[in-house]
């Protein structure tokens, strides 16, 4: 029986390693605070103490973190424990640098694959999301498609820095949808005519996502991501958009909060 270690119940990740029980492999599961993992454990899975006992013995390693410091720490406790013959799954938004820089760390024997994810809470929890799979995944392309649709990037790095550029987009297009109904706002108009105009325009993708419910990406990850795009290359109204979730960020009772949060905060405030 395949063994897969999950790190990461956030989120993202604990719908997502929900995914995994059906499947006929033997899930061990970690997450920083322990009580995220008690529904798992109730349906099966198995809860390990800390990063290092997750992954011993585990045949496919998956970790959906916060961000490149959280993978950077997980990579030093899980590290010494991967056996030759183990794929490291990084499935977090961490850009295609980390990428490069963990794969300079793996053990002799040992298959890097960079997996990031497009979609939210609302698709993780229904196995629907896109995987963006960069490197050798041909071995774990069975385990991720439990998670939906797998599309293979390239070389490995070519999925963290595709999902770059895919959240660049949203986030970008959230705080565009925002002005515009601050826009709306000053000139008086209804707010529910403004917004069915631009949801039946070329933004309408983008409308649903700034005032979408029952999904979750936080602000402060907003912020992480277009932080990584705008370090990469000149991206001046990217710029501009990562000021406005910087500041939204810097409310206490936003920066967890979806993004839709941010877009009530960029029309009242910015």
């Known amino acids: 029986m395949e063994k897969i270690a999950f790190l990461g119940l956030g989120h993202m990740g604990e719908p997502m390693a929900r995914q995994l029980l059906p499947a006929e492999a033997a899930l061990t599961v970690w997450n920083r605070t322990p009580a995220k993992a008690e529904a798992l ?29 959280a993978v950077r720490e997980i990579a030093d406790a899980i590290l010494p424990a991967l ?13 295609p640098d980390t990428v490069k820089e963990l794969a300079g760390r793996v053990p002799d024997g040992v298959t890097l694959v960079d997996a990031p994810v497009m979609g939210s809470t609302d698709k993780a929890a229904a196995g629907r999301l896109g995987i963006l799979a960069g490197g050798d995944a041909a071995g774990v392309e069975h385990v991720l498609a439990r998670f939906g649709p797998v599309t293979r990037t390239g070389p490995l790095g070519s999925g963290a820095a595709l999902k770059l550029v895919v959240n660049t987009a949203v986030i970008g297009g959230v705080a565009l949808v925002a002005e515009a109904m601050k826009l709306a706002d000053a000139l008086g108009l209804d707010e529910a005519t403004a917004r069915d105009a ?5 933004l309408s993708g983008a409308v649903a996502r700034a005032f979408a419910t029952d999904v979750h ?9 277009v932080s990584l795009a705008t370090r990469t290359t000149e991206l001046p109204a990217m710029e501009a958009v990562l000021r406005h979730f910087q500041a939204a960020a810097a409310d ?10 941010a877009v009530t905060h960029i029309r009242r405030d910015s």
């Open 198 to 202: 631009l949801a039946a325009g070329p």
């Open 83 to 95: 056996r030759p013959g183990t794929y490291w799954v990084e499935m977090s938004t961490v850009g």
């Open 217 to 225: 990406f936080g602000s402060d990850l907003a912020v992480k991501d």
């Open 41 to 69: 454990a109730a349906e099966g899975a198995t809860v390990a103490t800390d990063p290092a006992d997750a992954v011993r013995e585990a045949d496919v390693v998956i970790t959906m973190l916060a961000g490149p410091d």
């Open 252 to 261: 206490p009772d936003v920066v967890h909060e979806d993004v839709s949060r």
